[in-house]
């Protein structure tokens, strides 16, 4: 009987053994990241790939012992339509990639390459299961220490992977691309290049900037300073404050295809969003294209307007024959306004807004009655560009939940250039009386006041995170802040006609002071206005979490 139970105990432990072990041999994997610590256990396992794909001078210098020493490029030999199924296959096998075995990759540490391979084989049928990167890579492990070697590892024996299915639904062409950039409420577009290239500071087409409602995510942004990836949370919380949200369809491009595979791989198998494809062809087959596809520098460039817009979606012949979706808000003086203005105009001075800053239900049941309708773009008019009167109406007006704001850049001197007439008189706002009738209806003005945009309390906001006081006058104002304050003043941010200097300028001015994109911005000032003025142009610049504090 002793016996019996020794030998079924034996049995159990056994048993206990063997399920453990797939357990223990799982312990550094997380999804499709590995830890060195894991690799270093395994660089005698003959069912273990590793696929160096630094360039071939770092993989000379030093690797892991072992790892076979790949160059990604040569899957863009054929141009920007990438590699045909049956070389690509050859390529793979090349390297030794077998079906049955675990691939893990990696790079010098935190850059794109590693991540750009794993795409290309989960694009081309390997099993994801299987596909692993090192997480840190060359870099976090020599950080901890581990082995390196100068030696050349011997060519792997030829693998046995056939390319049987691709992976369409992670690839998208620029048909569908391009349908997706004027859809952002639908599809969010990442880019993966940094702010210089984003705002214009580099130029490597011949054009300057990104594509239209391109979301600014660095590939850095996504890792930690040890080069390995940030945490899932991290990632999450992130993507959420840039507004790139799960349900959306997202789609990742950069310059050329392979830093976009960063974003791609963080959202795709690190958070786990649903539907992301990447752009292979991305801004290089953007500004190929024979059609001169638009290019932006700035990320909102249309909360400004020019002379040629106004006058014709604000202007009589629209008016004539559609229903208007234009309210153009002058907040000049009366008696400027009486002097000469755009046709169709409402003029509602600037001291309206100021005196309601703190009252925006007041201001909506003064803007309803002048004829300013909620629903439609509210076009403010300052008669000099970007102005502190206009900014505080673009702040108050967004306050309020208007659709749409912008501010009219061009002087009145150049709509009169451009050969646009003015006039002196009213514009009646009432009842239409008769079809085609081009009165402008007085309405109940249905806003929806928005949360944060002007706060009296500094502390009664919290953003993702931290904040940053950005002081907009001339000088910081007597009353301190508590918390990190940085001295940017509006006037820095124009140019001598009132416009905005240009995004890369911004930009560095910007970055000098300390502004970063992940942070609760709150801009303040003795004077409203300076702070509305720096309220705009980081709208225009495309800073997410932004606030004016009344003081």
Not at 150 to 163: E, L, N, V, Y
Not at 507 to 521: D, N, T
Request: with cysteine; hydrophobic share 45%; proline share 7%.
């Amino acid at each position: 009987m002793v016996k019996v139970l020794r030998y079924c105990f034996l049995l159990v432990v056994a048993g206990c053994l063997l399920l453990a072990h797939p357990l223990m041999a799982a312990e550094g994997i997380t999804g499709n990241l590995v830890n060195v610590n894991w690799l270093e256990k395994q660089l005698k396992n003959a069912d273990v790939l590793i696929l160096d794909a630094s360039p071939a001078q770092i993989y000379t210098a030093q690797h892991i012992p072992g790892a076979v020493s790949v160059n990604i490029y040569d899957l863009f030999a054929y141009g920007l339509g990438g590699m045909p199924v049956a070389q690509a296959e050859q390529l793979y096998q090349s390297w030794g990639i077998s079906s049955g075995k675990k691939i893990v990759m990696y790079d010098p540490g935190g850059t794109m390459l590693a991540t750009r391979l794993f795409f290309s084989l989960y694009y081309h049928g390997f099993p994801a299961e299987n596909l692993l990167i090192l997480d840190g890579g060359l870099f976090k492990w020599q950080k901890e220490g581990l082995p390196v070697t100068k030696d050349t590892a011997p060519a792997p024996k030829r693998g046995s992977f056939t390319i049987k299915k691709l992976h369409e639904d992670v690839k998208v062409e620029l048909p569908e691309f391009l349908t997706a950039s004027g859809d952002p409420v639908n599809s969010a577009l990442v880019e993966a290049l940094g702010a210089d290239w984003h705002f214009g500071e580099v130029q490597a087409f011949n054009k300057a900037g990104h594509i239209p409602n391109g979301i600014l995510a660095p590939s850095a942004d996504f890792f930690n300073p040890d080069r390995t990836f940030k945490s899932p949370e991290a990632i999450r919380s992130m993507l959420t404050y840039l507004g790139i949200r799960r349900e959306q369809q997202i789609y990742t491009y950069c310059g050329g295809g392979v830093a976009a595979s960063v974003p791609f791989f963080a959202l795709k198998f690190i958070v786990n969003y649903p539907r992301v494809k990447l752009y292979p062809e991305s801004e290089m087959g953007w500004v190929s294209d024979d059609r001169d596809l638009p290019y932006w520098t700035f990320d909102a460039p249309f909360i400004m307007r020019e002379t040629n817009w106004l006058q014709f979606w604000g202007g009589q012949r629209i008016r004539t024959f559609m229903d208007t979706r234009v309210s153009i808000v002058d907040v000049r003086p009366a008696g400027a306004f009486n002097q000469g203005h755009v046709p169709f105009a409402l003029n509602i001075p600037a001291d309206v807004f100021k005196s309601n800053i703190t009252t925006p239900d007041k201001l909506a049941d003064i803007l309803g009655p002048a004829g300013v309708n909620a629903s439609n773009e509210a076009v403010v008019i300052s008669g000099a560009g970007l102005t502190k009167d206009s900014a505080l109406a673009f702040v108050m007006l967004e306050k309020l939940g208007q659709k749409k704001v912008s501010v009219f850049m061009d002087s009145m001197d150049k709509w009169a250039q451009l050969g646009y007439s003015v006039t002196k008189d009213a514009t009646v706002v009432a009842p239409p009386k008769v079809p085609h009738d081009l009165s402008i209806p007085p309405t109940t003005y249905h806003g929806n006041v928005r949360k944060g945009v002007i706060i009296a309390d500094p502390m009664s906001t919290q953003g993702s995170y931290p904040k940053i006081f950005i002081a907009s006058g001339k000088n910081v104002p007597a009353k301190a802040q508590d918390g990190n304050v940085v001295h940017v003043p509006y006037t820095d941010l124009l140019n001598a006609d009132g416009t905005p200097k240009a995004a890369k300028d911004i930009w560095k001015i910007l970055a000098k002071a300390g502004v970063s994109r992940y942070a609760e911005l709150v801009c303040f000032s003795d004077d409203p206005g300076e702070a509305a003025v720096n309220y705009f142009i980081l709208r225009l610049m495309g800073y997410p979490d932004l606030k004016v504090l009344v003081m």
